[in-house]
C-alpha cells in the first residue's frame, strides 16, 4: 500500500501544482486581457479624439470657406448694384440739358477754359447751345459737338483742347461718384 499512497499523494500534489500553475496563467491571461482592453480603450478613446479633430478642423475649413463665399458674393452684389445706379446716372445725363444748372455749368466752363487759352478759340457744342455760351471775344462758337452734352474749346490751331464734355467730366469724377454711390447705397465705412 505504500506505493499506492505514494502514487496518491504524488498525484495530489500535481493536481495541486496543476492547479496553481493554471490559477496563474489564468490570472496571467486575466491580467494580458485587462491590458489590452486598457490598450484598446486609450486606443479608441484617441482615436475618437483625433476624429473629433478632425472634424471640427473641417468644420472650421468649411465655415471660413462659406463666410469667404459670402463675401465674395455679397461683394458681387454691391457692385452690381453700384454698376446699375452708375449706369442710370450716366443715361440720366442725357436730359440734363433741361436742369436750367446746365445752362449755368456750360456758359461758366467755356468762359473759365477760353481764359485759361488766352489765345482766340473755337468751342463746339451740341446743336441748340450755342445760345448758352456768353458772348466771348477771340472765340468762335460751332455747333457741331456729338456728345450728350457739354463743350470742347481749343486754340484755333488746333494744339490745345479742353474736354468737358459730360462724358469726360463724369469719367474724370467717375471714382469719386462710385464713393459717393457706396456710401449712400451701403453706408460710409
Known sequence: ????????????????????????????????????????????????????????????????????????????????????????????LKNVKKNPEYKKFLGRAVADAATELDSPVTVHVLKGDKSLIPALKNAKIVEDLESLGGALVETNDGKIIIDLTLETLFESKRDEIRKQVYDRLFGAK
Open 1 to 92: 500500500m505504500g506505493i499506492e499512497k505514494l502514487k496518491g499523494s504524488l498525484l495530489t500534489e500535481a493536481n495541486e501544482d496543476a492547479r496553481k500553475i493554471i490559477e496563474t496563467a489564468e490570472a496571467h491571461v486575466r491580467k494580458m486581457v485587462e491590458e489590452e482592453r486598457s490598450k484598446a480603450s486609450a486606443m479608441k478613446s484617441g482615436a475618437e479624439k483625433e476624429v473629433d479633430g478632425l472634424l471640427n478642423d473641417q468644420k472650421n475649413e468649411r465655415l471660413a470657406w462659406a463666410r469667404l463665399e459670402s463675401k465674395r458674393i455679397l461683394a458681387e452684389a454691391r457692385e452690381d448694384a453700384i454698376k446699375s445706379v452708375l449706369e442710370e446716372f450716366f443715361d440720366a
